[in-house]
Structure formats: structure tokens, C-alpha cells
């Protein structure tokens, strides 16, 4: 039983950068993507089963090692990526202040098989040192990583990163970099930590401003709603993709059919609350970095996302359909921004997207994939991760995709009103295809 489990803080400390910041990189300025995006908490959260034999591990001592190199790695990961050390400025920069990043050392009071066995979001809530929806005011800090350990010798590196500072790919290349350095300080060899590099985004989307104010431009609506857990494995996306196909999608991504399968199921489950049809649309985050076909833009950190939108007004959709409208909301997407979006399209952009999000008629489903970074690859010492997962979002109408661990299923989370869930959780057409919060061993 969930109730049964408990995650005990032990202690709290701030950890700053092994090296001081120099003087010239002291301020690191927003980009404009930086200012739109809203200001909550990107979570995640690594486990790492003890992989040995638990009657002879000296559990203790395990992880006081492990914990101490993650804790001297971190430091000196916090001189590469100096911002996340450092403290906003209104809306405008970050003052790298080498302020620090927090540290968080916790205990739960059972194996880790049993969080695995049956995630419980409430439960993995408790293992991120934050909560979604927090503010850097509240939290003192922009990073916040949180150590939990298990009965069994396993542990949980639970992380919360202001999305100010880090999309997806920003907080992935930092986990390499953190990951490359415990290496490295545990005597590995061929883990060269990469040297990223920050003002990029500003120098080549400047800061509005406009934007220049303590309140964030963009806010997820104030609704909340209840998260679950379903898992496609692979053998069952190829059986929705080969569904799926069409002869003008001959070959849907996963991604692609995961998405319409979800937009189908909430619409009917919509449509049934509501005993009427409202148009919806489905606002999918793009990651800029692939679409431009430019290096420098590769290596962006911060933020650098944008998102289509694929719109539906029909009472009666099939999943050929559907993939077909996200297909035709991604070429529109490359063909009307074929290297990436300015920042003054970004704001007309906003102000579009703000105005659907207040328009009471219309049903704004939004989702993020996390699929094919590489998280299950972070290795600091004791092997990979065997699941990596987020707590769910507390933002009703949102979906997250991510990866199993073999790389080729997707687990995806979503987040819906009681009324919506209690009618997708038990629609034909998902468990078809998806298995609700299946044990992760």
C-alpha cells in the first residue's frame, strides 16, 4: 500500500560551483523563448537498483560513497552549467552568483521493487525535491536535486529544474555532463564531459523587452487534474502503427500514433461528459534544435521549443485521420518556419495560443515527448537507471511521452479532469493497445 510508504528528509545543504564563475560570465542573459516560458519546475526522476547481492552490501556505507560522489560530481558540474548555480533577475537574466544548487539527502522506509512494482504518483511526487508548480522565490534555488535511499541499497535521483533555464534537452545534457564527471572521478575512461555553452540563445534571440516583468508572459490554466500511467509496449506501436497508416501517412512515428490513439480517446471521453461535441486541438512541443539543420543551434541551452497545433472539429474521427492532421500540422509547422521562430512570431504566437486557452469552446489538449533522450543512458558509477519517470503533471489536458526502457515502447502520462479520466482509463480502444501502470520490473 502507498500509504504504508514514507520518504524521510535527512538533510539539506547547497552545493556550489568547485570553481568560481568568472567576472565576464557573471550575467547570462534570457533569450526571448526563456522569457515566454512559464515559470514551474521540470522534474525527473533516475532509479538505480543496489545490483549486487543485499545480505553482504553494508548498505550504509553504499550509499555514503555513492552519495559523496554525486555530491563532489554536482559541484563540479555546476562550473560547466554556471546559471543553474545562479538566481533570477526578474525576467531579464540570470545573475550567475555561484549562489548553488540544492541538495537534498532523503530515506524511504522499503525496497525500491516496491515503488517499481505499482508507481504511485503520489509516492514519486515525494521523491523530487519540489513541486511542479513552485517558484524560485519559494524554492531559493533554480536546481534542486534530491538523493533518496531504499531499504534494499538502491536509490532515486530525483531532480527539479526551474523550465526558465532548462527545457528537456538543456536538463539532458547536463545529466551526461554530471553523469561523464562521477565517471571520470570513480577512474572511468572515455568520458569526456562536453563544454557547453551558454548566451547563445540571447545572441541569436535577443530578450523582449516587453517581457521584462516579474510575472511570467505564459501560465498553464489553474485547473487541476488526476494523473495516469500507461505504457505501449513495442510489439502493440507496431500494431498501431500498421492501424494507423494510411496512404498519406504510410509510415506514422510512434510518437505520431501514440498521440492520435490519446486525442481520440479524450475527445470521446469529452464528448460523453459534455453529451456535445467542442473542437479540440492538440499542441505538440517541438524541439527547434532538429529542426533547424544549423550546429550552433544544436547546441543551444536553455530554451529552444516551439509547438504545432493540429486542430479537430469533427464529432467522429478515426486514427488514420488524426495522424493525418498531426502530419499536416508538422509540414505547415517546417514550411512556414523552416529554420526556427522568431522571436515576434513567438509572440503573436502567445497571443494566439493565450486566446484558444480562454476561448471556453474550444479544448486545448497539450503534449510534450521526451522520447529518444537519452536518460536511461546515465551512468555515474553503478550502472544505468532501470526506470526513469517523472511525477505527473498537475495541469489538466496535458500528456508526456517518454521512452521505456528498451527504447523502442513509450510511457505516457497524462493528465485529465476526474470526470475525462474515470471514461479514458477504461476505453476499449487504449487498453487495446496500452496496459495501465504496469510494474516497471
Not at 500509504?3 to 552545493?15: A, M, W
Not at 526563456?34 to 549486487?52: K, M, R, S, W
Not at 533570477?88 to 522499503?110: K, M, P, R, T, Y
Not at 507496431?238 to 492501424?243: D, N, V
Request: net charge negative.
Amino acid at each position: 500500500m502507498a500509504s504504508d510508504i514514507k520518504v524521510e528528509i535527512l538533510h539539506k545543504e547547497t552545493i556550489k560551483p568547485s570553481s568560481p564563475t568568472p567576472h565576464h560570465l557573471k550575467t547570462c542573459s534570457l533569450s526571448g523563448y526563456d522569457q515566454l516560458t512559464p515559470e514551474i519546475y521540470v522534474p525527473l526522476i533516475l532509479f538505480y537498483p543496489n545490483g549486487g547481492d543485499e545480505a553482504s552490501i553494508d548498505h550504509h556505507a553504499l550509499f555514503a560513497d555513492r552519495f559523496g560522489l554525486l555530491k563532489r560530481s554536482l559541484s563540479e558540474a555546476l562550473t560547466h552549467f554556471y546559471p543553474f548555480a545562479g538566481e533570477f533577475v526578474f525576467n531579464v537574466s540570470i545573475s550567475c552568483s555561484d549562489h548553488g544548487a540544492g541538495l537534498i539527502e532523503a530515506q524511504v522506509n522499503c525496497p525500491i521493487s516496491k515503488i517499481l512494482d505499482k508507481p504511485d504518483f503520489q509516492i514519486l511526487g515525494q521523491l523530487i525535491p519540489t513541486s511542479i508548480d513552485s517558484k524560485q522565490a519559494e524554492t531559493g534555488h533554480l536546481l534542486l536535486v534530491q538523493v533518496s535511499s531504499f531499504k534494499c541499497g538502491g536509490l532515486a535521483i530525483g531532480m527539479s529544474i526551474s523550465h526558465k533555464v532548462a527545457d528537456a534537452s538543456t536538463l539532458s545534457a547536463f545529466i551526461k555532463s554530471w553523469a561523464a564527471i562521477a565517471l571520470g572521478s570513480a577512474g572511468a575512461t572515455d568520458h569526456a564531459v562536453p563544454s557547453p555553452e551558454f548566451g547563445i540563445a540571447a545572441t541569436l534571440f535577443p530578450p523582449q523587452d516587453i517581457l521584462n516583468s516579474q510575472q511570467g508572459t505564459m501560465e498553464f490554466p489553474p485547473d487541476k487534474g488526476i494523473g495516469k500511467r500507461f505504457v505501449f509496449d513495442a510489439s502493440k506501436i507496431a500494431a498501431l502503427k500498421s492501424k494507423a497508416a494510411s496512404a498519406t501517412v504510410p509510415n506514422p512515428t510512434r510518437v505520431e500514433v501514440v498521440s492520435a490513439l490519446i486525442w481520440k480517446c479524450a475527445m470521446e471521453a469529452s464528448r460523453s461528459n459534455l453529451s456535445f461535441t467542442k473542437p479540440s486541438v492538440w499542441s505538440q512541443v517541438v524541439n527547434m534544435r532538429k529542426r533547424s539543420g544549423k550546429t550552433l543551434v544544436e547546441n543551444i541551452l536553455g530554451n529552444f521549443l516551439w509547438y504545432f497545433a493540429a486542430m479537430n472539429t469533427e464529432s467522429e474521427v478515426d486514427l488514420e485521420i488524426l495522424v493525418a492532421k498531426f502530419r499536416k500540422g508538422i509540414e505547415e509547422y517546417k514550411e512556414k518556419y523552416p529554420n526556427s521562430v522568431g522571436c515576434e512570431d513567438a509572440l503573436q504566437s502567445v497571443k494566439e495560443h493565450g486566446n484558444i486557452l480562454i476561448n471556453d469552446s474550444i479544448v486545448t489538449y497539450s503534449c510534450s515527448s521526451w522520447c529518444r533522450f537519452p536518460f536511461y543512458e546515465t551512468n555515474f558509477g553503478w550502472g544505468q537507471p532501470s526506470w526513469v519517470s517523472i511525477p505527473s503533471s498537475e495541469f489538466k489536458n496535458t500528456i508526456i511521452l517518454m521512452d521505456t526502457s528498451d527504447g523502442f515502447g513509450v510511457e505516457a502520462l497524462l493528465t485529465f479532469t476526474e470526470e475525462d479520466m474515470a471514461i479514458i482509463e477504461r476505453h476499449e480502444d487504449l487498453l487495446a493497445y496500452a496496459s495501465v501502470n504496469p510494474p516497471v520490473i
